[in-house]
């Protein structure tokens, strides 16, 4: 029920006068011994799943049926048509700092935020509010896939596979690919009660991109084509239009794929702050998500585990003036969904999330008490260590 979520929209001058004042109290708070630092080159294996079963399934419905998928999934199948470009998205993976959630590149800090893929996805507004939490007492993966595929116990039984720590379902058994993880189908139950999906979207991004970052390689579990279209800087006129859809604008555009992994590496470490537009055209949010219960930033909470973000590090995104916000805790809600003590924590950030807190939508050239004006300057990337990214492998090991 919405009236489940203690929401509270809080002044932007409130909302200064808070981040200030923890400032002043904690200070920038990571975990000791947490770093925040680029590997020299990270490793990425990018491959996507072969996507045309699903599309050629998307092509047989009519109309009708499509736009009852609108209605309750947003634009989340133009996602079948986005192009990635492999040799930008590489290049990005090396600039990602796990320590604060963001990207640095040269002089500029960014992140994707929960404003922006509820934007693209155009998810109703009654969703923003609903995040997907994993359910522990809830009905069982049987139940779940029989709800999914509207097939019998003994047929959806009869199918179920254990692969790792999981049990699953072969893919070609629900005219897909591959196998469907018991999370997954976890995800999919709650979608239709009509959860949002873009803080788990966020949340396994972010574990995804720390993990590869940390390590030096690994294999990206995220949404590449969300990245994609995240650059997006020139838009229609029709953005403003309630049916305007930019994925579906996204989809039919075919761009440049012919810059090198190490051109791309070479233009975003060199990046400057003039070479930004600080606003997204396509984005205009009345309200900004910023913290959710006794947190200081925004818990997510995604399929496989958890991880955290802070918005407050991304006011620039808004127009308004970016600063290294506090990050007490937020190294140690990074967690996967396994092992033991981790339900603990989980409920901790469910409970978190039923009182969101949001502010108004900052104004430009918004002022800051003169005591603090330094926290406001700054940049996390003054403080990483700059990899020199010049030894990289040939292209042709890398895709």
């Given at each position: 029920?919405?009236?489940?979520?203690l929401n509270?929209?809080?002044?932007?001058?409130?909302?200064?006068a808070?981040?200030?004042?923890?400032?002043?109290?904690?200070?920038?708070?990571?975990?000791?011994?947490?770093?925040?630092?680029?590997?020299e080159?990270?490793?990425?294996n990018?491959?996507?799943?072969?996507?045309?079963e699903?599309?050629?399934?998307?092509?047989?419905?009519?109309?009708e049926?499509?736009q009852?998928f609108?209605?309750?999934?947003?634009d989340?199948?133009?996602?079948?048509d986005?192009?990635?470009?492999?040799?930008?998205?590489l290049?990005?993976?090396?600039?990602?700092n796990?320590?604060y959630?963001?990207?640095?590149?040269?002089?500029?800090?960014l992140?994707?935020?929960?404003?922006?893929?509820?934007?693209?996805?155009?998810?109703?507004?009654?969703?923003?509010?609903?995040?997907?939490?994993?359910?522990f007492?809830?009905q069982t993966?049987?139940?779940?896939?029989?709800?999914?595929?509207?097939?019998?116990?003994?047929w959806?039984?009869?199918?179920?596979?254990q692969?790792?720590?999981?049990k699953?379902?072969?893919?070609?058994?629900?005219r897909?690919?591959?196998?469907?993880?018991?999370?997954?189908?976890?995800?999919?139950d709650?979608?239709?009660k009509?959860?949002?999906?873009?803080?788990a979207?966020?949340?396994?991004?972010f574990?995804?991109?720390?993990?590869?970052?940390?390590s030096?390689?690994?294999?990206?579990?995220?949404?590449?084509q969300?990245?994609e279209?995240?650059?997006?800087?020139?838009v229609?006129?029709?953005v403003?239009?309630e049916?305007y859809?930019l994925?579906?604008?996204?989809?039919?555009?075919?761009?440049?794929?012919?810059?090198s992994?190490?051109?791309?590496?070479?233009?975003l470490?060199?990046?400057k702050?003039?070479?930004i537009?600080?606003?997204?055209?396509?984005m205009?949010p009345?309200e900004i998500?910023?913290?959710?219960?006794?947190?200081?930033?925004v818990?997510?909470?995604?399929?496989?585990?958890?991880?955290g973000?802070?918005?407050?590090?991304?006011?620039?995104?808004?127009?308004?003036?970016?600063?290294?916000?506090t990050?007490?805790?937020?190294a140690?809600?990074?967690?996967?969904?396994?092992?033991?003590?981790?339900?603990?924590?989980?409920?901790?950030l469910?409970?978190?999330w039923?009182?969101?807190?949001?502010?108004?939508?900052?104004?430009?050239?918004?002022?800051?008490t003169p005591e603090y004006?330094?926290?406001?300057?700054?940049?996390v990337?003054d403080?990483?260590?700059?990899?020199?990214?010049e030894?990289?492998?040939?292209?042709?090991?890398?895709?």
């Amino acid at each position: 029920m919405e009236n489940e979520f203690l929401n509270k929209v809080e002044d932007n001058a409130a909302v200064r006068a808070w981040s200030e004042k923890l400032q002043s109290k904690k200070n920038d708070s990571l975990t000791e011994g947490y770093a925040s630092e680029l590997q020299e080159f990270t490793r990425v294996n990018a491959a996507q799943n072969e996507l045309q079963e699903l599309r050629d399934i998307w092509a047989r419905w009519d109309e009708e049926t499509k736009q009852l998928f609108y209605q309750s999934y947003g634009d989340i199948s133009y996602l079948l048509d986005i192009k990635v470009d492999k040799h930008l998205f590489l290049a990005m993976v090396q600039f990602w700092n796990s320590a604060y959630k963001c990207f640095t590149f040269g002089e500029v800090d960014l992140v994707p935020t929960i404003e922006e893929y509820t934007t693209l996805f155009r998810c109703p507004k009654v969703q923003v509010r609903k995040a997907y939490a994993k359910v522990f007492n809830g009905q069982t993966f049987t139940k779940k896939l029989m709800n999914i595929s509207g097939m019998s116990e003994s047929w959806v039984t009869a199918r179920i596979q254990q692969k790792g720590d999981n049990k699953c379902i072969p893919w070609e058994n629900l005219r897909a690919l591959r196998h469907v993880d018991e999370a997954v189908t976890d995800l999919f139950d709650r979608l239709e009660k009509g959860i949002t999906p873009v803080p788990a979207i966020l949340a396994e991004t972010f574990r995804s991109l720390s993990m590869c970052q940390k390590s030096g390689d690994g294999w990206f579990i995220g949404c590449a084509q969300l990245k994609e279209v995240d650059k997006v800087d020139k838009v229609s006129y029709r953005v403003f239009s309630e049916t305007y859809s930019l994925l579906k604008e996204e989809a039919a555009i075919q761009r440049r794929k012919d810059i090198s992994e190490e051109k791309w590496i070479e233009i975003l470490r060199n990046l400057k702050e003039g070479d930004i537009e600080w606003r997204a055209f396509w984005m205009v949010p009345d309200e900004i998500l910023y913290r959710c219960g006794n947190f200081d930033w925004v818990p997510l909470l995604g399929i496989w585990g958890a991880t955290g973000y802070t918005p407050l590090l991304a006011l620039r995104q808004y127009k308004s003036r970016q600063f290294i916000p506090t990050t007490y805790g937020l190294a140690q809600y990074e967690f996967s969904f396994k092992g033991a003590h981790y339900k603990k924590k989980l409920r901790e950030l469910s409970d978190a999330w039923k009182q969101t807190h949001w502010m108004k939508r900052l104004a430009v050239g918004s002022m800051v008490t003169p005591e603090y004006d330094g926290w406001f300057k700054k940049r996390v990337n003054d403080n990483v260590p700059r990899p020199s990214l010049e030894s990289t492998r040939p292209m042709e090991e890398q895709l």
